[in-house]
């Protein structure tokens, strides 16, 4: 049985070919019952997300996993061949230990990964498909990637626009929950800033959007409120965040409108972050005395220094990660040899089984006690023995004295004999 990684991501693939092979949430279940039940496959998790679709399986051929993904999907292999990739065993170790590390995310260090990847583990559990392998794999990997954030700044920095604007927030308001939170917009980087906001759980947060429909979905994923567009103006007071993000071609916000807030506010201060292009908030209004203002420039700064600490701390990741990589596949070396240990096992019991037995019968007819103990313990040495003894005798040539140094070493015997054929030591006053 081989473990391998099969997939592709953002590094491999555009988003038109992901798309493709993507797995709804709601049939993977049935997806690994189908891998490992028709492909040769003992042991399957796949990871679905929008960067990556990727299959972690320890079968005997991988080739069938292959097929099997373009035959689900209903593609051409020549369509999805070229994208792919597989790993083998140390590389797909490495690989899953690198993508629970968030090493090969699109934004480097991101933390959600590893809960999509635990997320995989779990399907994958529940299906039937997750086994012996596989689930320590995930664990390990799991551990791997505390050890990694824990001890590295791969995660420490600010790397997204999103995140940037709560870290510029928190450096005005003592605390973010005590706040009022404006989002104007409803896109995709207002659903991120507003997701990120959501986990410092503000005192209140309203979208503003022109179409309401898209506002109130957001707002349900967030717990906020929805607010008309042409109320902005007449609310704004209320809020000390406002972050704005829409496709207007003028601004929504002007000084004056910015000015009547802060009078209204008695000069309480107010952050504002927009993130639209063209601007949606007017320049003048950072000239405001309690208004900070950041624009996409000043937190693009922090993004970039964020970038460039965490390219920093990936060497100390990946030399972690190495390591772990060498453990894990000493695991699976010594687990190769458990069938053996077991079978030895076996054998030893029973044959003290059997000895313990004949000598309770001797007990019971009253032979002497000692002579019992005598007789049981030369006839498991004996039993014992006569494995490697026999072993030793029909071997021949070099082979035996291979099997003779195996001997050694299985026995400890060098130790052994060092200690009962120590030599003496010389006496010194005995002339040379």
Known sequence: MTLFALGLNHHTAPLAVRERVAFVPERLSHALGE????????????????NRTELYCAANEPAAAVAWLADYHRLPGHEVQPYLYTLPE??????????????????????????????????????GTLGTLLHKLFQRSFAVAKEVRSTTAIGANIVSLAAASVHLSARIFERISDQRVLFVGAGEMIELC??????????????????????????????????RLDRVAEELPNFDIVVSCTASTLPIIGLGMV??????????????VDLAVPRD???????????????????AEIVEAGLESRQAAVVEAEQIIDTRVDAFLHWMDARSTVPTIRALREQVEQTRQQEVDRALKALARGDSPQQILEALSHSLSNKLMHGPLQALNDTGGTARHDLAQQVHRLFNLDSALGATNQAPTPRTDQPD
Do not use: W
């Open 35 to 50: 891998l490992v039940n028709g492909q040769h496959v003992q042991e399957a998790a796949i990871l679905s997300t929008c």
């Open 259 to 272: 000015e009547r807030a802060i009078r209204a506010r008695k000069h309480r201060p107010m952050v504002m």
């Open 194 to 227: 507003a997701a990120h906001f959501a986990g410092q759980n503000p005192r209140e947060i309203v979208i503003a959007n022109r179409t309401p429909e898209r506002a109130q979905a957001l707002a349900d994923r967030c717990n906020a409120k929805v607010m």
């Open 90 to 127: 140390r590389e797909a170790i490495r690989h899953m230990f690198r993508v629970a590390s968030g090493l090969d995310s699109m934004v480097l260090g991101e933390p959600q990964i590893l809960g999509q990847m635990k997320e995989a583990a779990r399907v994958a559990e529940q299906a």
């Open 281 to 299: 908030i007017e320049a003048e209004v950072g000239q405001l005395d309690d208004v900070f203002l950041y624009t996409l420039d000043s937190l």
